[in-house]
């Protein structure tokens, strides 16, 4: 029903014929609901290959995969390899993967099979040895590819350098980059061993975007562990001038 007057009316409607696929719904197909592909996104492995997913394709550099079928629950994907891929073309793959904390990782546990029921009888990974159970060797970890790479000047006239991997700020002030959340827009990074200030130690930078500009706060900067600096406190985003731990957040400009 999509006219009911009021809602006793909705609810005195006739449900439709759930035993009828075809034609059930008001004369209609019943509509097929597809969960997401759990780890769709624009990621980067650990060699700095992208690694970019949807629910229809798998692509890597040059090679791309027509995905057939994924479970959630299972985790694993299972795809044919693209007739112009450099590596056994017309094949079938399959994927494995696994979440560890908040990191995901995956494994192409086969690649060479003559069959999509081959390459689904493929024994999964091994999720409980991320050092050698992707067919002895270690799984690969996604990352998401950080939204706001670029070279910028800030409000104070520093550099700034930020890459998939360190924010660099000149003047012995580098940031390893260890967690990224471009849904919370956040990230947390190691101090390097080199720093002037709290060396070692982690700190979490927070972003926003007002009026197309793009802002910034370091909102924790001498945490012990990753997990310390990824709890911290959100910075203010609705205080421009003083949500930075009192301070104003400083804007980035390309």
């Known amino acids: 029903a999509y006219d009911a007057a009021t809602q006793t009316d909705a609810e005195a409607v006739s449900p439709a014929d759930s035993t009828n696929l075809e034609s059930g719904c008001n004369g209609f ?3 097929l609901l597809i969960p997401a592909l759990e780890i769709r996104g624009n ?14 394709h798998w692509e890597s550099g040059s090679s791309t995969w027509a995905i057939t079928q994924y479970d959630n629950i299972a985790r694993f994907v299972i795809a044919q390899n693209d007739a112009s891929n ?3 073309p017309g094949l079938w793959s399959r994927f494995d993967w696994i979440r560890d904390g908040q990191d995901y990782y995956f494994c192409q546990t086969g690649y ?16 409980g040895d991320l050092t050698t159970g992707c067919n002895g060797f270690a799984w690969s970890k996604l990352s998401p590819v950080l939204e706001i790479i670029g070279e910028y000047t800030d409000s104070y006239g520093g550099h700034h350098s930020i890459t998939q991997t360190s924010w660099d700020m000149g003047a012995g002030a580098l940031f390893n980059i260890e967690f990224i959340d471009n849904f919370g ?17 982690y700190s ?32 203010n985003r609705g205080d421009l001038n003083a949500g930075c731990n009192g301070f104003s957040w400083t804007m980035l400009t390309p």
Do not use: H
């Open 185 to 201: 827009q956040f990230l947390v990074a190691q101090n390097d061993a080199s720093n002037s200030y709290y060396p070692s130690l």
């Open 204 to 235: 979490r930078f927070d972003w926003q975007y007002n009026n197309s500009s793009l802002y910034y706060c370091q909102i924790a900067y001498d945490k012990t562990t990753i997990d310390d600096a990824r709890m911290a406190s959100n910075a």
């Open 86 to 88: 450099p590596y056994f």
């Open 112 to 127: 060479d099979k003559a069959s999509e029921a081959d390459a689904l009888a493929t024994t999964a990974a091994n999720g």
């Open 43 to 56: 990621w980067v492995d650990d060699y700095g290959f992208n690694q970019t997913i949807d629910e229809q």
């Open 29 to 31: 197909a019943w509509t």
